[in-house]
Structures are given as C-alpha cells and as structure tokens.
C-alpha cells in the first residue's frame, strides 16, 4: 500500500486512490475518490486523502508548467492559455524546480521503503507534509497571475507583494520564484548597461527601442 500512496503523491491513479473526483464541501475542491472497500483504518483514510491531495496539486501544477490541460477545478482552464514571454517561462521554470525537488524526495522515500519495508503511512505524511502549504501557494499564485493578467516585469512586482505577507512557509516558496524570473531582470540590465542591447524579444522590459521622426528622417531611440 506504501508504494501506491507514494504514487499518489505524484498524482498518479491506483487501487485505493482513482480518478473519479468527488467534491469536498469542506475545501470546496474536487479531490480524488478514496476506494470505499480498502480497508483503511479511519487514521490512514485521513493520511492518504492528505497524499491524494498533494498529489493533486502537485499534478495540476504540473500540467500548468508543461501547459498542458488541466485534470481538476483547482486550475481554471483559462490558466493554462497565458502566453509565455520571458518572464513566464522564468516563472514556469522556477515552479517546476520546486515539483523536481519534490519529485527526488518522493523517489529517495521509495528507495527508503525498498530498504526497512516496515516504514508506515504516517512516516511517508511526516516527510511530505511539508509540500502541502507549498502546493496550495503556487496554485494561488498560478491563479492571481492569470486572473490579473500579470505580464512581463510586473511579475516582478507581483510576487515582491506576495512575498511580503503570508506565513513563512508561503513567504519563502514565492521568494524562490522571485529569484528564478529576478534572472531575466537582471540579465536585461546587464545588457543594456554593459552593451546598449535589449534582449527582449516580447517587449516585456521597461526600456523599449522606438522611432522619433526627426529634421523629416527616421531616427532609431530607446524610450521609458
């Protein structure tokens, strides 16, 4: 059963836990369907629907970076039509780090288990429960950046004031994705300071190159 659970923290489907979602009126959400003839105790029900929550998380964040279409309400499908320029992808990329770190911990926990088969459910909670408030930060940031149409540099200054409330758990999540879309800011800067160029190919960055029609001759400049 151990190795099933684990699987379903990546999200994947077995015996216990299906596809089938049902509705969850206290977290207002689909979540997967637990198999009523498992034979779980009432304590391991609440364990593996905390996995088979994460895992659905970690699968609709998934199917987010890789654009690929959702598998539950917790992502509008609206979420996964956002064009990616630049700043995006870094937002993307930096979220899907963060699913391959998780990715690993699950693995090495399955190694974990191959050795000592005797670990319990509740071991596999205690070492991934860490993620949950994670996961729920990311799909509420995947969401608001859509809702509120965010593009470009203002990504910055959108997880800036998200990072600035929240707990510490959230606060540090969004800060990881700040650093990895700060890249692209940072590079920008370096090129246009060090060299005059704009490597900005979807016109996200807040200096833009423009024609000023001067003495009747068209001259090339970089505006504000």
Not at 26 to 48: G, M, R
Not at 58 to 73: A, E, Q
Request: with cysteine; net charge negative.
């Amino acid at each position: 059963m151990q190795h099933e659970i684990l699987a379903a923290c990546l999200g994947f489907e077995g015996n216990i836990i299906n596809e089938s979602f049902q509705y969850d009126n206290q977290s207002q959400k689909n979540c997967p369907s637990i198999a009523e003839d498992s034979f779980l105790t009432h304590a391991e029900f609440e364990l593996v629907s905390r996995a088979s929550e994460l895992g659905n998380l970690f699968r609709n964040l998934y199917y987010f970076v890789h654009s690929r279409k959702p598998g539950s309400i917790d992502i509008s499908e609206e979420t996964f039509c956002v064009n990616d320029g630049l700043y995006m992808k870094a937002f993307k990329n930096s979220i899907d780090l963060i699913l391959t770190n998780y990715s690993c911990k699950v693995a090495n926990l399955e190694q974990e288990l191959i050795i000592d088969p005797t670990l319990t459910v509740n071991y596999i909670h205690h070492r991934l429960r860490g993620h949950l408030p994670q996961f729920c930060t990311l799909i509420s940031l995947c969401e608001a950046l859509v809702f509120e149409k965010v593009q470009g540099c203002q990504i910055l200054n959108f997880l800036h004031q998200k990072s600035s409330y929240g707990t510490p758990d959230s606060r540090d999540i969004t800060k990881i994705v700040l650093n990895g879309c700060h890249k692209i800011f940072f590079k920008q800067i370096y090129n246009w300071c060090l060299y005059g160029e704009l490597s900005d190919p979807n016109k996200e960055f807040f200096i833009q190159k423009c024609e000023i029609k001067k003495n009747d001759d068209w001259e090339s400049c970089s505006s504000e």
